[in-house]
């Protein structure tokens, strides 16, 4: 499946889910979440194009990199991170924060979520992220290497459960209440989403 195509279905269940209270509401409600509901359909379909745009670039930095196989040593594994993520940043002029995470993107994921702290689930994605070696202070910089000193924390699965699904190159990772979207093999930070936890629930 596509990114366009996983996107599209993310897109359809947070329709689903949006309507089905709405059923009873009035007929100006029911358009009003409509209108929500085709906004942040676009608004997934913009991040699987950003998505997209940069595994296409990855894949031209890639060419000619001899890829570690099961076998390889780990100084192999290490020269190709560091060839392939010198490969993507001189590709990749002048990237910024919110390249891939623009602002009505980072507002939807947020709102996204916030979801779950609220749900039942809540105090368990707390007491994960609480024990899960939380990764915090650390100074991050889009195109920059992950600090291999510190431990990647594991993300509670029903905490992004409900984002869009990621192509195997890349991997949401979360630091404190920041949002990373890591290409894990180059070990390379291809964007970064402050505040993405809510302050008041993230468990820190």
Same mark, same amino acid.
């Given at each position: 499946?596509?990114?366009?195509?996983?996107?599209?279905? *993310?897109?359809?269940?947070?329709?689903?889910?949006?309507?089905?209270?709405?059923?009873?509401? &009035?007929?100006?409600?029911?358009?009003?979440?409509? *209108?929500?509901?085709?906004?942040?359909?676009?608004?997934?379909?913009?991040?699987?194009?950003?998505?997209?745009?940069?595994?296409? %670039?990855?894949?031209?930095?890639?060419?000619?990199?001899? @890829?570690?196989?099961?076998?390889?040593?780990?100084?192999?594994?290490?020269?190709?991170?560091?060839?392939?993520?010198?490969?993507? $940043?001189?590709?990749?002029?002048?990237?910024?924060?919110?390249? *891939?995470?623009? &602002?009505? !993107?980072?507002?939807?994921?947020?709102?996204? !979520?916030?979801?779950?702290?609220?749900?039942?689930?809540? =105090?368990?994605?707390?007491?994960? %992220? $609480?024990?899960?070696?939380?990764?915090?202070?650390?100074?991050?910089? @889009?195109?920059?290497?992950?600090?291999? @000193?510190?431990? %990647?924390?594991?993300?509670?699965?029903?905490? %992004?459960?409900?984002? &869009?699904?990621?192509?195997? #190159?890349? #991997?949401? $990772?979360?630091?404190?209440?920041?949002? @990373?979207?890591?290409?894990?093999?180059?070990?390379? !930070?291809?964007?970064?989403? &402050?505040?993405?936890?809510?302050?008041?629930?993230? =468990?820190?």
């Amino acid at each position: 499946m596509t990114i366009l195509n996983r996107a599209a279905a *993310v897109a359809w269940v947070l329709a689903a889910n949006s309507l089905l209270p709405a059923q009873n509401a &009035p007929l100006q409600d029911k358009s009003t979440k409509q *209108v929500s509901v085709n906004q942040d359909s676009l608004t997934i379909q913009d991040f699987a194009k950003r998505v997209d745009a940069y595994v296409k %670039l990855r894949k031209l930095a890639q060419a000619g990199l001899s @890829v570690p196989k099961s076998g390889s040593s780990a100084a192999e594994v290490k020269q190709y991170q560091a060839s392939l993520a010198q490969n993507i $940043r001189a590709a990749r002029t002048q990237p910024k924060p919110g390249d *891939v995470f623009s &602002p009505p !993107i980072a507002q939807l994921f947020r709102k996204v !979520i916030a979801t779950p702290f609220r749900s039942g689930d809540g =105090g368990n994605i707390r007491a994960s %992220l $609480r024990h899960a070696e939380p990764v915090r202070d650390l100074k991050l910089d @889009v195109n920059g290497e992950y600090p291999q @000193v510190a431990a %990647l924390q594991s993300t509670p699965p029903t905490l %992004l459960s409900d984002l &869009p699904k990621l192509p195997a #190159e890349l #991997e949401y $990772r979360i630091v404190g209440r920041e949002l @990373v979207l890591l290409d894990s093999a180059a070990n390379l !930070i291809v964007d970064l989403l &402050p505040d993405a936890l809510p302050a008041s629930q993230s =468990g820190r």
